[in-house]
């Protein structure tokens, strides 16, 4: 290598110009670029805190840094500010088997081993600390709920008029005015009147509303039950065909035939649709229209909670049958695989596993865990709020308890997880449909440095009693909102 270019490189790095030792690197043909000049491209990478990446060009000369302490100080360098401390930990350990007397190794060993201690960790966690009002104020789902019920009693009267007299009823006042006491809920709710006194909410892939309707619809004044029948999402016509008219095609739902497969393994069913009239629409229009039928046909829980892949066929393929015969088929199926038929997504748990390079923040230390409610997972890693922003808007809260656990037995803490969900259930949350919740579970993760427990709240009594429960056990808990870099409330045993 070039004698004038090697002190350039060096001149460049007692300036702390280390871009321009990066840029020149990697300016070169790969083929030229040494050993030396790889760790020395790692060196940059590090000095600018792009940690993930020198390790990725450490790792491309593992072979040739067995034997070299420089190579394991810089990949250990990098894996600690990456928050990889157990890697830290080892490639540390190896620059002191090579050379015993490093005392920069030595002294991040030591930090390493302070990180994977549970005092470390809450240390850690102690920093992120914020009061407890910070996470509570505004309007509670709870006070939301009560408000709507309290419009519903007060114009019961009016809207059972609207129903008894649909034809004489101006529809578009009608709707103006029903919008008015469902917005008490949420600007983006929307609702069907109609049959025998059936007030129908409906999700319209809004699907955080999945996990608040079903409470509210519970939370009807007792008065009312036996007349009044409120439905949380849209129901299905149990077999019914009906016309249905949509981007200027006119089609019978038993027209529409349909091809189901059930995946036994995963609890879902892929579906083939075909109908000369639809599928001579373009595709947005063809799925669009044949999704809307579909729930209308089966209702829109069991569309969420069952169906998976949808295709259009080209024809009529063997095995069709009409749309009208989905539920029934779904049903068969799902009692022939012995499984129970669930109606509401918040009661269908799939299992996950997740694992990442860099413990980038809370979770980015699951490995395997359960959740109802995976777009609020997606939106968290994705550094997205949606989810969590909608449901605040309407008083609820998604939330997840934070309990360090260290080193401790993995098969232990994951039956002291269970054990803590189960009592949060019956002694704060209440038990899930019973109506007197203050808030239901969405799942929980064993990690491998936290465990984690997923709650959505509707009410704000929870951080107080769930304090009470935690501080019987001897790890520490804190709570965080489902948002990136969330600031943590001290539930128990943190001090």
Same mark, same amino acid.
């Given at each position: ?23 020149? #690197? ?17 060196? *940059? ?8 990446? @020198? ?7 593992? !072979?040739?840094?067995?034997?070299? %302490? ?22 540390? /350990? ?10 920069? *190794? ?9 990180? +994977? ?7 850690? +966690? ?76 409906? #999700? ?13 619809? /519970? ?21 019914? &065909? ?46 669009? @229209? ?5 729930? $209308? ?9 069952? #169906? ?77 709020? /949606? ?20 080193? @401790? ?10 054990? #803590?969900?189960?009592?949060?259930? !019956?002694?704060? +949350?209440?038990?899930?449909? &019973? ?21 959505? $709240? ?17 790890? %520490? ?6 948002? %990136? ?11």
């Amino acid at each position: 290598m070039d004698k004038k270019f090697l002190k350039q490189l060096a001149r460049w790095h007692e300036d702390d110009e280390f871009q321009k030792i990066v840029d020149a #690197i990697l300016a070169l043909p790969e083929e030229e670029r040494d050993y030396d000049l790889t760790g020395q491209l790692a060196r *940059a990478l590090n000095n600018l805190e792009d940690y993930e990446t @020198a390790a990725e060009v450490l790792l491309t000369v593992e !072979a040739e840094g067995q034997h070299d %302490p420089l190579w394991h100080y810089r990949l250990g360098y990098a894996y600690y500010y990456s928050d990889r401390f157990g890697q830290a930990k080892e490639r540390f /350990e190896q620059v002191l088997r090579l050379t015993p007397d490093d005392q920069d *190794a030595r002294m991040f060993l030591g930090w390493c081993d302070e990180e +994977l201690t549970p005092g470390g960790k809450v240390k850690k +966690l102690n920093a992120r600390l914020t009061t407890p009002e910070a996470m509570t104020g505004g309007k509670t789902f709870r006070q939301r709920t009560a408000e709507f019920w309290q419009w519903f009693t007060d114009n019961e009267p009016r809207l059972a008029a609207m129903i008894e007299k649909r034809g004489e009823e101006d529809v578009d006042k009608m709707v103006d005015f029903i919008s008015g006491g469902v917005q008490l809920i949420s600007g983006e709710l929307n609702f069907n009147l109609g049959g025998d006194y059936e007030f129908t909410f409906t #999700i319209e892939g809004k699907n955080y509303l999945f996990y608040l309707l079903p409470w509210l619809v /519970e939370q009807m004044p007792e008065q009312f039950r036996g007349k009044w029948h409120f439905f949380p999402c849209m129901q299905g016509t149990h077999g019914e &065909s009906f016309g249905f008219q949509m981007y200027g095609k006119d089609v019978q739902l038993d027209e529409v035939m349909v091809g189901l497969k059930y995946k036994e393994d995963q609890n879902y069913f892929d579906i083939r649709f075909y109908d000369e009239q639809l599928c001579s629409l373009d595709d947005n229009s063809c799925y669009n @229209a044949f999704y809307i039928m579909m729930e $209308l046909t089966i209702g829109e829980a069991l569309s969420h909670i069952y #169906i998976g892949n949808v295709d259009k066929a080209d024809g009529m393929e063997a095995g069709m049958f009409p749309l009208t015969r989905l539920e029934a088929c779904m049903t068969v199926a799902l009692e022939e695989a012995k499984k129970e038929i669930l109606t509401r997504p918040d009661e269908r748990y799939s299992v996950y596993r997740m694992e990442f390079d860099t413990v980038k923040d809370l979770r980015y230390d699951m490995v395997i865990g359960t959740t109802c409610f995976s777009d609020l997972l997606q939106d968290y890693f994705n550094g997205e709020t /949606e989810n969590a922003d909608k449901l605040a808007a309407c008083g609820s809260k998604a939330v997840f308890l934070v309990m360090p656990v260290g080193e @401790a037995d993995r098969s232990g803490m994951l039956k002291l997880r269970y054990e #803590i969900e189960d009592r949060l259930t !019956a002694e704060v +949350l209440g038990k899930k449909g &019973s109506g007197r919740e203050i808030g239901i579970l969405l799942g929980g993760t064993m990690g491998r440095d936290n465990l984690y427990i997923d709650l959505l $709240l509707y009410d704000a009594p929870f951080m107080e009693q769930a304090s009470s429960l935690l501080g019987q056990y001897s790890y %520490p808990f804190y709570l965080a909102e489902f948002r %990136p870099e969330s600031r943590l409330v001290a539930l128990a045993n943190v001090g």
